[in-house]
């Protein structure tokens, strides 16, 4: 149910009415095992994060929403390190000093924590975290959104980073900020700032919101004012204009929690998807001249198949179908279940139920989600994680606060199935889950896991595969396109086969994953074709590839690959 209903008491009805989807193929009664097992390294990872929310009693709502995590590239050795996001206590509550925690990959299979080393031991109400190259300086920056200011950090590629907030124009504005991403919207090679904003709440002017009338209870965002996102334009010299108003993207009945980039009508301009918390989503078409248009109720996405504004979290877009179009997932909250929408025509048509996603979703509530080939057969498949967003929702009904986060394995052409209890046991833990990024850090060619819970430790997923599938991993470089080619989209050709994935940044919930892309080949050992399309509007093609390596590219100059990953 919605944050509404939750405090009401009301469910919603079931999903119906929807087309059939001719183009999927049942599953067998007795599926084969996954072929690899999700196991929890985290301890032996050397990794000791916990998230802090401040949370005291006072039942403040940014208690409830957590924080992010990502992959990347820092110290650009080759290997994915890890960041954390983190909160802070309240003024006048202080308990302890939380900060970001950067972890660097020391190549076996273990990570350092280097915080402070890197001049990120900074105190601050973390939410999200978004990286990329904004300066093409060759190393990967970051942006941390806040409940207060947003902090932007320069990477000095000497394995430092420093904070050029003010400098670069994105200081002075205080907000409720969420997800973010970079993307380049005027396609000029520098990567501009999309930052999503939840609602107008200050510690001062918190609401009072009760389910039994005395005792104080987390407010649903309906007790707020929404908020609009920020749209910052790359002046390409270190600094940023705030084009939020010009650009047709200010609008103030936004409660924004996750963000995603997609090309929406397949023009090659990026266009962007916002999942709004008890309001319409919102699906902003690139308009080619520097300014977007609100298109989700005419694409079919703004609006659960009732018509009703559902409470959208995390959101994540990718070829699921192997069609040649991006669909799009949105977790929602419990009895709403996931939103699975299938490219259809100029817009798209929920297809959850259909696609064995939604009712096994639906009483569960969903945070982060991302598409990944987790069993690398060429398909991708979807994993959510869930957690309730107040541990007293045990007096009102029988719904947990922890729960197990969700793996639906794609049996091909957008078929899935619940494989959450078939990966191990480390994967079934009910947890508070908040933040989801995936990203291969220990080299073997398949996709790792991590994940947030609020107010509690993270949790790495080791990948271990033993089904047998291969798999190709291609780097992208921009020269003319911006340094780290988000925006790029790459297809591969294996037989029959074809699939296609997209550079991007931000996607999930508050997190961010890794730039490079994995595509699993099944039993396939090589690659007929690849294509890539950079954003720069420049095409290359490369013939032969060969599977169990990487493949770095650099836009006008070439490909070449490692031996192994």
Request: glycine residues 12%.
């Amino acid at each position: 149910m919605n944050r509404r209903s939750f405090l009401r008491g009301v469910g919603l009805a079931w999903v119906q009415g929807l087309p059939p989807l001719r183009r999927f193929a049942a599953f067998p009664s007795q599926p084969a095992a996954p072929g690899f097992r999700l196991v929890d390294v985290t301890a032996s990872a050397g990794i000791h994060f916990r998230h802090n929310s401040g949370a005291y009693g006072g039942k403040l709502l940014p208690g409830t929403l957590g924080s992010g995590c990502a992959f990347l590239d820092y110290d650009n050795d080759g290997w994915q390190d890890i960041l954390f996001v983190n909160g802070m206590d309240w003024p006048g509550h202080k308990r302890e000093r939380t900060t970001l925690q950067l972890y660097r990959n020391n190549r076996n299979g273990t990570f350092t924590d280097i915080t402070r080393r890197a001049g990120l031991d900074v105190e601050m109400y973390g939410m999200g975290v978004a990286v990329g190259d904004y300066n093409n300086d060759g190393y990967p920056d970051i942006l941390v959104t806040c409940v207060g200011q947003n902090r932007l950090f320069r990477n000095t590629g000497k394995g430092t980073f420093v904070d050029v907030t003010h400098e670069s124009g994105l200081g002075g504005r205080q907000a409720f900020s969420t997800s973010a991403l970079w993307v380049d919207v005027d396609r000029d090679g520098f990567l501009d700032l999309f930052v999503c904003n939840y609602v107008k709440w200050s510690k001062e002017h918190d609401v009072f919101c009760s389910l039994d009338g005395t005792h104080k209870a987390y407010c649903t965002p309906e007790a707020y004012r929404g908020e609009t996102c920020w749209l910052f334009h790359n002046r390409g010299n270190g600094t940023f204009e705030d084009v939020t108003a010009s650009s047709g993207i200010f609008d103030t009945s936004s409660k924004s929690l996750g963000a995603a980039m997609l090309d929406y009508d397949e023009d090659e301009w990026p266009d962007l998807l916002v999942a709004n918390d008890t309001q319409p989503n919102k699906l902003y078409r690139n308009q080619r001249n520097g300014s977007f248009k609100d298109v989700a109720v005419e694409a079919g996405i703004a609006f659960s198949a009732e018509g009703k504004a559902r409470a959208g979290m995390g959101v994540d877009v990718a070829d699921f179908e192997n069609s040649g179009h991006a669909g799009v997932a949105i977790t929602n909250f419990d009895n709403e279940m996931i939103g699975l929408y299938r490219a259809s025509g100029p817009g798209y048509v929920d297809v959850a139920t259909e696609s064995g996603v939604g009712l096994p979703s639906k009483d569960k509530l969903g945070f982060g989600c991302v598409f990944l080939d987790a069993d690398l057969d060429g398909a991708l498949d979807l994993v959510a994680v869930n957690g309730h967003i107040d541990e007293t929702v045990r007096n009102v009904r029988p719904v947990r606060y922890a729960q197990p986060p969700q793996l639906f394995l794609n049996g091909g052409g957008g078929v899935f199935r619940d494989a959450s209890d078939d990966v191990g046991p480390d994967f079934q833990q009910p947890r508070v889950g908040r933040g989801l990024a995936y990203g291969d850090f220990d080299r073997d060619g398949d996709l790792d896991l991590l994940m947030t819970t609020n107010n509690g430790p993270a949790v790495l997923f080791r990948s271990d595969q033993w089904g047998g599938n291969r798999s190709i991993r291609v780097r992208l470089t921009g020269t003319k396109s911006n340094r780290d080619a988000i925006g790029a989209t790459v297809r591969i050709f294996h037989g029959p086969f074809t699939q296609s994935r997209m550079v991007k940044s931000g996607s999930s919930y508050l997190s961010q994953s890794e730039l490079p892309l994995t595509f699993g080949l099944g039993r396939f050992d090589r690659v007929d074709r690849l294509e890539i399309r950079w954003p720069s509007g420049a095409s290359e093609d490369y013939k032969d590839l060969t599977a169990g390596r990487t493949y770095t590219c650099v836009e006008r100059k070439g490909i070449n690959s490692l031996l192994g990953f």
